[in-house]
């Protein structure tokens, strides 16, 4: 006899809750970096931050919005999709961090600009590999038709 019927199904439940609660956590999120408490809260953060919160704000939205479609569509191709929209406005949103670079780290001994610069060289390395596999998923799967539920088997 075999389980892979229920378990797949289970799989599906368990991802389509995963997206939900993201569509949460963004809608968390957005609400305190543009509300309350605000990102200004944040005494890192120097007011060239207005400068990317545009993006960040449309990166939260995005996030929101392919979330909400894949717990009402779970197929491998949309998903792969919508991975690559909101990658590539993550991109534009590290890149954004980079040139701006809206942050003062003065009164720390620790280094902690070069901590930042490394880190967002990192993140932009990790999304434009997550971008490279996200196109080839994508593409894979028009070609071979998966209509599929995204996820282990």
Do not use: C
């Amino acid at each position: 006899m075999s389980t892979s019927a229920p378990r797949r199904a289970e799989n599906a439940t368990a991802r389509r809750v995963g997206y939900a609660l993201a569509v949460v956590i963004n809608g968390l999120l957005l609400y305190g970096i543009n509300v309350w408490p605000g990102w200004r809260v944040l005494p890192f953060l120097t007011e060239e931050t207005t400068l990317v919160l545009g993006l960040v704000t449309l990166s939260l939205i995005a996030g929101m919005v392919v979330n909400a479609v894949y717990v009402v569509a779970d197929q491998t191709w949309l998903k792969a999709l919508g991975d690559l929209i909101t990658l590539a406005i993550g991109m534009a949103v590290l890149v954004g961090f980079w040139e701006v670079f809206p942050f003062d780290f003065t009164g720390s001994s620790l280094g902690w600009g070069t901590v930042a610069r490394v880190v967002l060289i990192v993140a932009m390395v990790g999304t434009a590999l997550g971008l490279a596999v996200q196109f080839v998923v994508l593409i894979a799967s028009l070609l071979h038709g998966s209509r599929r539920s995204t996820g282990p088997r």
